[in-house]
């Protein structure tokens, strides 16, 4: 069974940094696509990275130049790194794999059926 535990939300102020990491058991996460979500109150969940297993990375264009998403093979982790946060970055950030092996980067939560349980974000103006 595979779970997913996300770590490293937190209050920041804008302009600020946060590194989020999604730890797995159950799956080696270096042999899947791993994507980052973020869910606004309100806001439907929404895309914000992914890394392939080659090493190829995907961003939303809200994040992108701003965020990095990279692996760490050794501790079977994802992690997302923010910088120059934004008030509108505030959100619950979950992270994702695709039930296999799939072709390209799924951008539909719908494509994903396991999720971890989600890391506040919240950036103060």
């Known amino acids: 069974q595979v779970r997913l535990v996300e770590s490293g939300g937190g209050l920041v102020q804008a302009g600020g940094s946060l590194r989020l990491s999604c730890a797995a058991s159950?799956?080696?996460?270096?042999?899947?696509?791993v994507a980052w979500f973020r869910q606004a109150p309100g806001k439907e969940r929404e895309f914000v990275a992914a890394?392939?297993?080659?090493?190829?990375?995907y961003f939303a264009e809200s994040v992108k130049g701003r965020f990095t998403i990279s692996r760490d093979n050794a501790k079977n982790t994802v992690n997302l790194q923010m910088n120059s946060l934004k008030p509108e970055d505030t959100a619950v950030y979950y992270c994702?794999?695709?039930?296999?092996?799939?072709?390209?980067?799924?951008?539909?939560?719908?494509?994903?059926?396991?999720w971890g349980q989600g890391t506040q974000v919240t950036v103060s103006s």
């Open positions: 994702a794999a695709p039930p296999g092996v799939v072709v390209g980067v799924p951008l539909n939560v719908r494509q994903y059926n396991y």
């Open positions: 159950g799956r080696t996460l270096s042999s899947y696509v």
């Open positions: 890394i392939k297993p080659g090493g190829s990375t």
